[in-house]
């Protein structure tokens, strides 16, 4: 069974930063592309960055330029460094990933279950 596992939110003041990581756990053969979303209230999940096994990144418009998405695929870890944070960042960030467990042929998708991010003005 593949487990994500999130860390390093917390409340932090506009302006301020947080370092995001996510750890994968369990019998994983490979890792492909990994992400972070973020659901504020009343609000659907929404992508927030991406990177693949080869490097490739995606940001959001809104996180463009302040959050950058970095893989370890050595340790099966993501991260997102989290800078010149606003308040509207606010919201539970969750972890998301591609990966082919042991004994599986296709590769899996998993969540991780949220770290809480609060940006107070």
């Known amino acids: 069974q593949v487990q994500l596992v999130e860390s390093g939110g917390g409340l932090v003041q506009a302006g301020g930063s947080l370092r995001l990581s996510c750890a994968a756990s369990?019998?994983?053969?490979?890792?492909?592309?990994m992400g972070w979303y973020r659901q504020a209230p009343g609000n659907q999940r929404e992508l927030v960055a991406t990177i693949t096994t080869g490097g490739s990144t995606t940001y959001a418009d809104s996180v463009r330029g302040r959050f950058t998405i970095s893989g370890d695929y050595a340790k099966n870890m993501v991260h997102l460094q989290m800078n010149s944070l606003k308040p509207e960042d606010t919201a539970v960030y969750y972890c998301?990933?591609?990966?082919?467990?042991?004994?599986?042929?296709?590769?899996?998708?998993?969540w991780g279950q949220g770290t809480q991010v609060t940006v107070s003005s």
């Open positions: 998301n990933l591609d990966a082919l467990p042991l004994y599986y042929t296709d590769f899996q998708n998993y």
């Open positions: 369990g019998a994983i053969f490979s890792i492909k592309d």
